[in-house]
């Protein structure tokens, strides 16, 4: 029996003093207000692990280990600022020469979460494996009824291999264990400190008197995120484990998800934190790890390789009186039901994500071409269209672009996700090249949108613009006219009408690291009587392959003409005497 503590504090003290003596500004200007400010910040950070750990085995055939322990976190931050003015020289830089008080301000915030767990774990002669964990977890910054959760989970797992019939293969030539898991398991993610108590906020006056308005509303009610998940998986080694194999099903659902709820303006707030709904995800997970080559080879050949596909679905939300309980959503022509339909938004049995949007068939060539096009009921100003608008798809068919024309774009989140690594060896030279993709998820593209909208007249044009847009009669392109602000209510681009064209394919294949290194052979090392000398140099976000036009393919939503992740080069000298 084993009994691990561990103990850790973690204090910040942050002072900071500011003062702006008198100074000209000018020639004949002298500001003498004299600002002082003084601000103090403390953050205290505690937190306790302990660990009992028992192991015992009978007849060598029955093995058990057990663990129980608690944890404790805990957290305060402090706040303190006063800012005056006014001082009657500036010989005297404190805040207490200050005659005339500014601003004053503080704030006391803290969090504690405490937790107890256990885990058994129990293997009949490494055949047939039983688990057994459990966790009992509080938060302080739950509702005070519910800021208890307890979280269980068991595991089973058969190693066949270690049976009797399996002796009928040669000698390691395939491992094999089947394992299945159910857990549930507690969130509150970055939940702030006061969301189920409320705050008050001071600062405002009423009838000339200092006041306290309620700046965040409570809800005694909220409490833990609970998710639960069935898995099922297989671990396949093949050739003495030369080839490894790892494949995992899955089905999580999520119940009391935590997220802000939408209230009447009458309220005098705009959200509530609750526990709204429950969301189901799916998917599979794959991992390969195969030596290509025998271990006794001068050239070793390594591969990893990893990939996973998730859906989600929408289980249940609150009854609001709307079919599927929708939330949001979009009134458009589901060719599925050849009738109009609410898509999209928050609905049960509906997925996260989605877009609907404008399609773009084409460019009208001629004012001719454009004559016959259907009535828009978007435009701002006039219905007739010209050469170099947009041609949108009337999806009903019913002689009018309005906002049932919407159709199904894409979603934010992906289908597939995954990496690969390879490394190759000869001696002492090795080279790295990890690699990882992204595949189903749809960008807007709205700086793309944005720059090519022609919504302001001191906006330069971009080069596509340049290149592409539509100039004159019988002009062939995807890019419409350009026009001044004053005309935009032809709304060919931005802001009211987007179009499907900005809701780009995120699909990429990242270059995510390529390093070569180099370590000097035994014999030149014992004549420097050094015991390893090794080169690197390591290219890390290289290069993307992709067909999207922004800085960014690798997070879905909407880019509004986010950073890129930047390129670096790294060279490295590991000396070891």
């Not at 057990?66 to 957290?75: L, M, V």
């Not at 052979?521 to 290069?543: A, C, D, Q, W, Y």
């Amino acid at each position: 029996m084993t009994f691990e503590p561990q103990v850790s504090l973690y204090n910040i003290t942050n002072s900071s003093y500011n003062f702006q003596p008198s100074f000209l500004n000018g020639v004949s200007n002298l500001v003498d207000s004299r600002r002082a400010s003084a601000s103090e910040y403390k953050w205290r950070q505690s937190q306790v692990d302990a660990v009992l750990s028992y192991s015992k085995s009978i007849l060598n055939a029955h093995h058990f280990d057990a663990k129980a322990g608690f944890s404790y976190f805990g957290r305060t931050e402090s706040r303190l600022s006063a800012t005056g003015q006014g001082a009657s020289t500036d010989l005297i830089p404190t805040l207490n020469a200050s005659a005339e008080p500014v601003d004053i301000s503080s704030s006391v915030t803290d969090q504690v979460i405490l937790g107890y767990f256990s885990r058994i774990n129990y293997n009949f002669d490494y055949k047939y494996l039983l688990s057994f964990n459990m966790r009992y977890d509080g938060a302080s910054n739950l509702g005070k009824q519910y800021r208890w959760g307890f979280f269980p989970g068991v595991s089973l797992g058969w190693n066949l291999h270690h049976e009797d019939f399996w002796a009928v293969l040669p000698e390691n030539l395939l491992n094999l264990k089947l394992r299945g898991s159910y857990g549930v398991n507690g969130n509150i993610g970055n939940l702030g400190d006061f969301s189920a108590q409320g705050a008050y906020g001071v600062g405002a006056k009423y009838a000339g008197l200092a006041a306290i308005q309620n700046s965040i509303i409570r809800n005694p009610e909220l409490q833990w995120e609970e998710s639960k998940t069935l898995n099922f998986g297989a671990d396949i080694g093949l050739w003495n484990r030369r080839v490894n194999v790892m494949v995992d099903v899955f089905r999580r659902v999520t119940d009391n998800l935590i997220t802000s709820l939408s209230l009447p303006p009458s309220t005098g707030f705009g959200s509530i934190l609750t526990n709204l709904g429950s969301l189901e995800n799916k998917g599979i997970e794959l991992e390969l790890n195969a030596a290509i080559l025998p271990p006794n080879s001068d050239f070793q050949w390594n591969i990893a390789f990893n990939s996973s596909k998730v859906s989600n679905k929408i289980l249940e939300l609150p009854d609001n009186g709307t079919e599927n309980n929708r939330i949001g959503g979009y009134y458009v022509w589901d060719p599925a039901i050849n009738d109009y339909n609410w898509l999209g938004g928050l609905q049960e049995g509906g997925s996260l994500g989605e877009y609907y949007e404008y399609r773009q068939l084409g460019i009208y060539a001629t004012d001719e071409e454009a004559a016959s096009a259907p009535l828009d009921r978007i435009a701002r100003v006039g219905d007739k269209k010209h050469g170099g608008d947009v041609i949108w798809d009337d999806l009903d068919g019913n002689g009018e672009i309005d906002s049932r024309d919407r159709v199904y774009v894409g979603t934010e989140f992906p289908t597939w996700t995954g990496g690969l690594t390879n490394t190759w060896s000869y001696k002492g030279l090795s080279l790295l090249l990890r690699m990882d993709y992204t595949t189903g998820h749809t960008i807007y593209n709205y700086a793309r949108a944005f720059m090519n909208g022609q919504w302001k007249l001191n906006m330069n044009l971009t080069q596509e613009m340049v290149d592409n847009a539509w100039q004159e009669q019988g002009d062939q392109t995807y890019m419409p006219r350009y026009t001044w602000e004053s005309q935009r209510g032809a709304y060919n681009i931005f802001p009211t009408r987007t179009g499907q064209q900005y809701y780009e394919s995120g699909d990429y294949l990242s270059v995510r690291e390529l390093t070569v290194s180099y370590e000097l052979p035994e014999s030149v090392l014992n004549m420097l009587k050094i015991n390893s000398i090794r080169f690197n140099v390591t290219g890390n976000n290289l290069h993307y392959f992709t067909k999207y036009k922004g800085l960014n393919p690798e997070f879905g939503g909407r880019d509004y003409g986010r950073y890129p992740i930047p390129k670096n080069i790294i060279f490295g000298l590991n000396i070891s005497f």
